[in-house]
């Protein structure tokens, strides 16, 4: 995967400089590039490494109640990461007076999407540098509705119509100058309003069909406005978003492909077609080893479910051996099979269980034996 100097260079300056915006006007050094044409916006949301691989969910897994670890490695990485164990076990202090990677990377994906918005100010000359303006501004959008939305599930409360309009938000940033001084936090409903504008804005700018999977497309924005509305209960919703995506991508993959497998290909989901948006991070340091699925878990899975030899070991049986981002990292983008389950709890929570059965169903069918359903 090629990663851009422009992107590298641009995040570094934003990073470090502190002097606003006037260090995109000069060159610090010979190999600065400075953004002037639309395609050079585009590259710096072409950044892989920053957009794609740092997601905001490393404190989620920590905390996650689906997984054991052994006391031994409990004790190893409390001195060495006591963020993560510290998440592990619930603690009622978890940074321990330090900075937290997931809301860092968040706000840095934020930033660029800020800059590459600057592409608006620049005309295009013909059709194909318009289609890269257009593309480029939905996925600046998409990317700070994406960005928000984990911070929102990792920051704030859970959405409640009741206290949303009280509840503490996180800071909303629409500009990448960092000399302008942080607001205050804002709302849970004002956050969860911002989302919502930003993927409705995104929609008709982006592509049906995207130039690859680390950039979005309808479906990955139809996807976004569906878990966003799943959060705030509004079941309608999310039936039409995920119904809306699944008509632009449909694909499920067989998991018996996958069963002789030590677990998913490390190729960021390059030939998985149920690829909906690609989006990983590195798996938590202290669950390199010993990490297990609860037994309360690891028993959800019927015997011929193929997940649970796709994504569970034999050494000891209920090892975790990788998820679709493969062995060192895990997944947390956009899969069709997340549509399928999204639509059919819309249907059975408005009632409409035939339906909602249908798409568990033709699920199965990929996740079974053939036949069982």
Known sequence: MRLTSYSLLVAAALVFSSCGKEFLDEKKNAKDVILRTINDYQMVLD?????????????????????????AQITTWKANMPYEVNGYLWEKEIF??????DYNNSYQRIMLANLALDVKK????????????????????????????????LFCKPYDAATAGTDPGVPIRTDYD??????????????????????????????????????????????????????????????????????VKSNLKNFDAYLAQASFPSEFGRTIPEMVFYSQIHKPSFTYSGMTATPDIYNLYEADDYRKT????????????????????????????????????????????????NDVKGLRKYRFPQGKA
């Open 122 to 153: 620049l005309a295009a000359a013909n059709s194909t540098e318009e289609s890269i303006k257009s593309n480029t501004i939905g996925t600046a959008h998409f990317i700070r509705g994406f960005s928000y939305y984990q911070l929102a599930q």
């Open 96 to 101: 321990e007076g330090k900075e937290s990677t």
């Open 178 to 247: 960092i000399a302008v001084k942080i607001g205050s936090r804002g709302t849970v409903a004002e956050l969860y309003k911002f989302i919502i504008t930003e993927l409705e804005t995104a929609l008709p700018l982006v592509p049906e069909t995207p130039l690859n999977i680390w950039r979005p497309g309808k479906a990955a924005v139809a996807a976004m406005l569906a878990r966003t509305y799943m959060q705030m209960g509004d079941w309608e919703k999310v039936r039409e978003y995920a119904d809306m995506a699944l008509k």
């Open 310 to 357: 796709v994504y569970f070991g034999a050494a000891p049986a209920t090892a975790f051996k990788g998820s679709m981002a493969g062995l060192y990292a895990i997944f947390s983008g956009i899969t069709t099979s997340e549509l399928y389950l999204q639509r059919a709890e819309a249907y059975a929570r408005t009632g409409q269980v035939a339906l909602a059965m």
């Open 47 to 71: 950044n892989v490494t920053i957009i794609n691989t740092f997601s905001s969910v490393s404190l989620n897994l920590a905390s996650a109640a689906e997984f054991e670890l052994p006391d």
